[in-house]
């Protein structure tokens, strides 16, 4: 079983979602990143290189980015955001990947 930690700017992101929408993003981590989230599905992927993060994960319309270390066992959130169509905005502000 893997540690998931959130880095402190996926916190703050986090706070932007109403109550409702936290709670479905934080169980949807839970339950796709604590096992085996370096397996690629059709709700996890593979990023090419960004200066986000390694991997994303697909929650309804929300969308996680996070590392990990299959060595150590370890997932790190570091960013939180939802889709509009093909945008990705995080705390209110559009976001390029």
């Known amino acids: 079983m893997f540690e998931i930690t959130l880095t ?3 916190f703050d992101d986090l ?3 109403r109550m409702t929408d936290r709670r479905i993003i ?3 981590i839970e339950e796709h990143l604590s096992h085996q989230p370096h ?3 059709r709700n996890r992927k593979r990023l090419r290189p ?3 993060a390694e991997w994303e994960l697909r929650i309804d319309k929300f969308r996680v980015f996070y590392d990990l ?3 150590e066992q370890w997932v ?3 960013m939180v955001g939802h889709k509009l169509g093909n945008r990705l ?3 209110g502000q559009e976001y390029e990947l």
Request: hydrophobic fraction near 50%.
């Open 89 to 91: 905005v995080v705390r």
């Open 26 to 28: 934080l169980d949807g």
């Open 15 to 17: 706070y932007w979602f």
């Open 50 to 52: 960004t200066r986000v």
């Open 8 to 10: 402190p700017s996926a």
């Open 76 to 78: 790190e959130v570091k």
């Open 69 to 71: 270390s299959i060595v």
């Open 39 to 41: 397996i690629v599905t």
